[in-house]
């Protein structure tokens, strides 16, 4: 159960970031919509979990001969599943979507707040649309990753449910915190890029241990917390001196 609310975290911060690209009315209906749609996704993925055990087995093979590691074992996979393909093609996109995201921020367009009633209904569809691509990504992993650690249907539902549910109250403070907080954004992208460079190694077969991927993201995290912190106190001294 905390596995899959770890693995949550990856979704949660995409759905908060393109959320908030939409104008404020729509943010809220466009989170809760992409989290609906994550745990359909992830409960109809569990009731056809004999099938999507199959996505592990190979589909073809590169007939490469790879490098080996210490102890003989292939640095990299040349037989590919279609979990690997999906994981790729997943990071791929993520990689393209974080790297967009960063270069907007970086040099942002005119008017970028504007919206009319075509572009918010455009954006709307857009955001939905790869809110539901990177769903079925992350649900993939995520099941199989639950299907690894236990056989029993029901401990897998009762952890997919409770994930969601974590994501849906969560969801609108770390969506609003992200928006207030500029600099928490290009964090934010920052660990996309990374996870999206961790989709695309996993589809290669070179797996890397979640635990040093979160440990980073959180040791990132609490850096940018002390600086948000030290931002926070400067500007009340800030307020102090003037008002003195």
């Known amino acids: 159960m905390v596995m899959e609310v770890v693995l949550g975290i990856d979704n949660l911060i995409f759905i908060s970031i393109l959320s908030n ?3 404020e009315a729509q943010r809220r209906k466009a989170r809760r919509l992409g989290i609906s749609l994550a745990l359909v996704l ?10 999507l055990v199959g996505l592990t087995a190979p589909v073809f093979d590169l007939g490469i001969q790879g490098s080996v590691g210490a102890h003989g074992e292939p640095t990299f996979e ?9 994981l790729i093609a997943g990071g791929l996109f993520l990689l393209w979507k974080a790297t967009k995201e960063i270069h907007h921020n970086v040099d942002p367009r005119p008017n970028a707040d504007l919206f009319d009633t075509a572009k918010a209904s455009l954006g709307f ?46 969801a609108e403070p770390l969506a609003n915190f992200i928006n207030r907080n500029p600099t928490v954004v290009m964090l934010a992208l920052g660990f996309l890029l990374m996870i999206g460079a ?13 635990g040093y991927i979160y440990t980073a993201m959180a040791f990132s995290a609490s850096v940018e917390a002390l600086n948000i912190w030290s931002r926070k106190r400067r500007e009340r001294n800030a307020v102090s001196d003037q008002a003195g």
Do not use: C, N, Y
């Not at 992830?42 to 099938?51: H, M, N, P």
């Not at 040349?78 to 999906?86: A, E, H, N, P, V």
């Open 198 to 210: 961790v989709l695309v190694a996993d589809g290669f077969g070179v797996h890397v241990p979640k």
């Open 125 to 170: 569809g857009a955001v939905i649309g790869q809110i539901l691509l990177l769903d079925l990504v992350f649900s993939v992993d995520s099941i199989l990753t639950a299907v690894g650690m236990t056989e029993h249907l029901p401990v897998m539902v009762i952890a997919v449910v409770t994930a969601v549910l974590v994501m849906l109250l969560a």
């Open 78 to 86: 040349t037989q590919f599943s279609w979990r690997d393909l999906i």
């Open 21 to 23: 690209k939409l104008p």
């Open 42 to 51: 992830r409960l109809g993925l569990l009731s056809t979990i004999a099938w």
